[in-house]
């Protein structure tokens, strides 16, 4: 997958970017993802003939977006974090979204930017002018958790050490580092020597002060009716076994959260209602009878009491463990409601957990039937309908599901593996999901778990030139997109406001629906190197376009199956109150 450069003659210069490259090796930096662009043409070169493509390799991509997205995908599989480069004020603006994303998801990355150059009297005509700002990182300063602009190599040495650790520091989330032109083209002599990374780590996990452990440990004890909200969290199957084995010692109902990835299994006794973007109904009502719940870095704590409870105070003790409030600020809601804390630990769950089910004294209770997610057969070609022809086909692999369509319900498919499944896009961009397929295959390269999505055909378009990178450096992975034709979410929104209204239902398509003509993704995908299956229209035929589909994957390419689903939702999307809206 490497692309090598013919080795440049002995280095007898060292240049500004040189030191910036040596540094990101320094910092085991795996991959760069990037759309090249001049104002980091000194880091480009530095990268290719000063360390050889390689720790960091370069992955070119089609688009900012896609760069972001992949390295979003890579870090929650992987669970450490890649770098991206991105050109100047315009790079930086096509990055954005895909940059919010990663942020309200929690997820580590180093992004690198440039600008300038700085000094003025440097500049190229026009073009340096149009592409310096004097405060880029203002673009996105607000949904990233730091971000500089260093004026020398030492102090961008500082300013990436730096980046790094808050990245990695819980809550997660990415950084930006603006490296100026001229800094990077800068002819600086002799290397300066690289400071000892290993003592500029992450610190480790905070660990709760023991009085409010052992309160909530007395709290679940002696709980009758406890429900464990089990929200964001690491790929660690140690921490998987830890969930398992406090939830069975205290009895307590599980809920996990499919905007999240897999926290426990749902096929567990004790995980009470299959995961869900909202509460479902029998969610609601599973908290309403909770008399202590326990919430682990739940997304929307607050958001889910209320869809239990109403605008009447919170019937159940709540034990919030979550770090995420480090990160809450002005700009963007994404922190979601104040959730009431009865006891509050500020710490990550992985930390807390293994503490807790030491204090914690066994509860007994009579344990639940499995929950059986078998289904019916299917007649008509829906997004059940594909689930289950994939449940069936992909029944003996280790699949990794890194996006799922809007219209998923989470009973279509069990996860058992913390890596089964990765999340939902994090801050609702549609766009994102080819990338955070592409990142996971990316991070699973080399073993045998195959990385998957299942895909809105809207969020496929937007992002398809991912797939681009995945062909070019062969990183085997499989789509599978729930083609509905259509942005088919709002053809739900415009019907909810027609019936509000008292207009007719029937021109809720309008300004949604995308045919005459149908686009051809299968054709989309071949255009750019992966292997494209489709149309599927019939459900007879779609087990073997899906065994068709795996065997190609496993052989090394990247696949598409257009899959033809019917229009329709078979989810709490459609009718959450208060309304959702996305
Ligand atoms: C960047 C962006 N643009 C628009 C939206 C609004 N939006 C939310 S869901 C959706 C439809 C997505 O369509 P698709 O991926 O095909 O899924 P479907 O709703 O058809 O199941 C849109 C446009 C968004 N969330 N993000
Ligand atoms: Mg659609």
Redesign the pocket.
């Given at each position: 997958m490497n692309e090598s450069p013919v080795a440049a003659s002995q280095q007898k210069e060292i240049w500004g970017s040189d030191a910036i490259a040596a540094m990101l090796r320094a910092l085991d930096i795996p991959y760069l993802a990037l759309n090249p662009g001049a104002s980091y043409r000194g880091l480009h070169d530095s990268i290719v003939n000063y360390l050889g493509n390689e720790r960091p390799q370069m992955l070119l991509c089609l688009h900012e977006e896609s760069a972001v997205a992949i390295a979003h995908g890579y870090a929650r599989a992987a669970g450490r974090m890649m770098g991206v480069v991105l050109h100047s004020n315009v790079g930086l603006m096509h990055g954005t979204?895909a940059i919010f994303n990663a942020w309200c998801d929690r997820v580590p990355m180093l992004i690198l930017g440039a600008t300038g150059p700085w000094d003025a009297a440097k500049r190229r005509p026009w073009i340096d002018w149009l592409h310096t700002a004097s405060d880029q990182g203002a673009l996105v300063r607000d949904y990233t958790k730091w971000d500089n602009q260093p004026a020398s190599v030492p102090a961008a040495y500082e300013a990436l050490l730096r980046a790094a650790q808050i990245a990695n520091t819980a809550p997660r989330g990415p950084t930006y580092v603006n490296l100026d032109a001229a800094l990077q083209e800068q002819n600086i002599g002799p290397l300066p020597a690289l400071p000892e990374v290993s003592r500029f780590r992450a610190p480790p996990s905070v660990l709760p002060e023991k009085n409010s452990l052992q309160k909530a440990a007395s709290l679940l004890s002696a709980a009758k009716t406890p429900v464990i909200l089990a929200g964001r969290c690491s790929r660690s199957e140690i921490a998987w076994k830890n969930r398992v084995a406090l939830a069975e010692k205290l009895n307590a109902k599980v809920m996990t959260d499919l905007k999240a990835g897999a926290a426990f299994p749902t096929d567990h006794p004790l995980h009470a209602t299959p995961p869900a973007t909202f509460l479902t109904d029998e969610g609601k009502k599973l908290l309403r009878e909770a008399d202590v719940v326990l919430s682990l870095e739940w997304i929307d704590t607050a958001g889910t009491l209320k869809q239990a409870w109403g605008d009447a105070p919170v019937g159940a003790k709540v034990i919030l463990v979550s770090p995420d409030a480090h990160s809450h600020r002005g700009w963007s809601m994404d922190h979601q409601g104040l959730p009431p804390a009865d006891i509050y630990m500020m710490c990550e769950p992985d930390a807390v957990l293994p503490l807790l089910l030491d204090e914690v004294r066994p509860r007994t209770a009579t344990v639940p039937v499995q929950r059986d997610f078998s289904s019916a057969k299917d007649e008509v070609l829906s997004i059940r309908a594909l689930a289950n022809a994939f449940n069936e086909a992909a029944a003996n692999l280790d699949v990794a599901i890194a996006r799922l369509?809007?219209?998923w319900n989470g009973a279509y498919r069990h996860f058992r593996h913390p890596l089964d499944y990765l999340g939902a896009d994090g801050g609702?961009?549609?766009?994102a999901g080819p990338g955070l397929v592409v990142g996971t295959a990316l991070a699973l390269k080399g073993t045998p778990r195959i990385a998957a999505g299942i895909?809105?055909?809207?969020?496929?378009l937007?992002g398809v030139t991912a797939l681009w990178t995945a062909a070019h450096y062969r990183i085997a992975c499989l789509f599978l997109v729930?083609n509905?034709r259509?942005?088919?979410?709002?053809e739900l929104h415009q019907e909810r406001v027609a019936k509000e209204r008292a207009r007719p239902v029937e021109n809720k398509w309008i300004g949604q629906r995308i045919d005459l003509p149908d686009i051809d993704l299968a054709m989309m995908a071949r255009a750019q190197g992966a292997v494209g299956i489709g149309p599927v229209t019939k459900v007879t035929e779609l087990r073997t376009s899906l065994e068709k589909a795996i065997e190609t994957v496993k052989g090394g390419s990247v696949c598409v199956v257009d899959v033809r689903v019917l229009?329709g939702?078979d989810t709490n999307m459609s009718g959450a109150t208060p309304p959702a809206r996305?």
């Open positions: 979204m369509p809007l219209g609702g961009g549609v766009g895909l809105g055909d809207c969020d496929f937007m729930a509905n259509s942005y088919y979410n709002d229009p939702y996305r």
